[in-house]
């Protein structure tokens, strides 16, 4: 809890040091903030930032699990900003999320509201962005006509799998908050001076390169090593490194972590290679089974998550939590003024 206050204060330094503070003259009465059962802290934390309450609504089961939605706050001409995530929590499914997510919509959409914002820290179903066999959905657009169908107008989110699945909405606005720019003022308060940033895989080039921007913006020398696995015989798979890490610390990028399987087996390749102090960044801490227990028990020093996902357990020393909620407080607040997203991407 320490750890993550403290790194709660680094950020949202940061941020309004930035210029991201939350002017006062936002017409608060102009728009409504409601929260499922997924993320009630962050939820909490932001509406803290913005200076309103979370408005009232009953989010909860009948006796046969059905999804029981009730709005008690006037929503009707206003805008409505909708925070869940659509994950796996302690006490919920992250179908039961989706649903909790969908019949808000449409309890907000059948009174009238001005327009309703989806704001999605994590965005569940989004690896499923493509065809893997045959006969198969494609997931993630299926989620996206789902929540068009609902009625919403707008979805915020935050560092999606992939950048395609803006493409997959078509009627609404999707703006995809890219969390580099809260993580590398984290590097930069730990007066590093070096560091190699590595892709666990093809996919996370494209997001590696982002943080080596950022790092050498703050004249911390960067540079980009790729560390992959490739199929062989016998159905076994063989890790491959594209680049040098002796003697060297490494920063691992990745969107997610699930079973931790990958990036555990990267650091332990890594450490091999000669690699000094090993750091991992993943947005979005889903942690199955076992795996938090796996980055304790591995070569990696320090894994950073972020909080678009509650934690269902506790974690080790060797995993730092940070918040996004300045993020998604400045995203709501230029929304509503009408300002364009784009200055909260810039180090």
Avoid: W
Wanted: charged content about 25%; aromatic content about 8%.
């Amino acid at each position: 809890m320490i750890k993550f206050l403290a790194s709660f204060l680094i950020i949202g330094s940061f941020l309004f040091s930035q210029g991201y503070s939350l002017e006062k003259n936002i017409d608060k009465d102009s728009f409504r903030l409601f929260a499922g059962n997924s993320n009630p802290d962050l939820a909490g934390e932001v509406a803290n930032i913005l200076g309103v309450d979370i408005n009232e609504a009953e989010v909860g089961k009948f006796h046969d699990g059905e999804v029981k939605i009730k709005i008690n706050d006037n929503v009707k001409g206003k805008d409505i900003y909708i925070l869940q995530s659509i994950c796996t929590t302690k006490d919920a499914s992250v179908n039961d999320n989706l649903m909790e997510l969908y019949l808000l919509i449409r309890a907000c959409k059948r009174s009238s509201a001005k327009r309703v914002i989806a704001v999605i820290p994590y965005l569940g179903y989004a690896r499923q962005d493509r065809k893997y066999s045959e006969i198969c959905p494609i997931s993630a657009s299926d989620i996206a006509m789902l929540l068009e169908t609902a009625g919403a107008d707008h979805i915020i989110s935050l560092d999606m799998h992939s950048a395609q699945i803006q493409g997959f909405y078509h009627s609404a606005i999707v703006d995809n908050l890219m969390t580099n720019f809260l993580v590398v003022p984290y590097f930069v308060r730990k007066d590093i001076s070096k560091i190699v940033v590595v892709a666990s895989h093809s996919e996370a080039i494209s997001r590696s390169l982002k943080f080596i921007d950022g790092l050498n913006r703050y004249n911390i020398d960067s540079r980009l090593v790729v560390c992959t696995t490739l199929p062989q015989k016998k159905s076994t798979s063989e890790m491959f490194l594209i680049g040098d890490v002796k003697g060297s610390d490494v920063l691992i990028v990745n969107d997610m972590c699930d079973t931790a399987k990958s990036v555990v087996a990267t650091a332990k390749e890594l450490k091999l290679r000669g690699a000094n102090k090993i750091y991992a960044y993943s947005t979005h801490g889903i942690f199955s089974h076992d795996a938090i227990d796996k980055i304790k028990n591995s070569d990696i020093d320090e894994m950073i998550i972020t909080d678009t996902i509650p934690l269902k357990q506790d974690i080790p020393d060797n995993i730092t939590q940070i918040s996004i909620a300045p993020l998604i407080a400045a995203a709501i607040k230029r929304t509503q003024k009408g300002e364009p997203l784009s200055n909260l991407f810039k180090y």
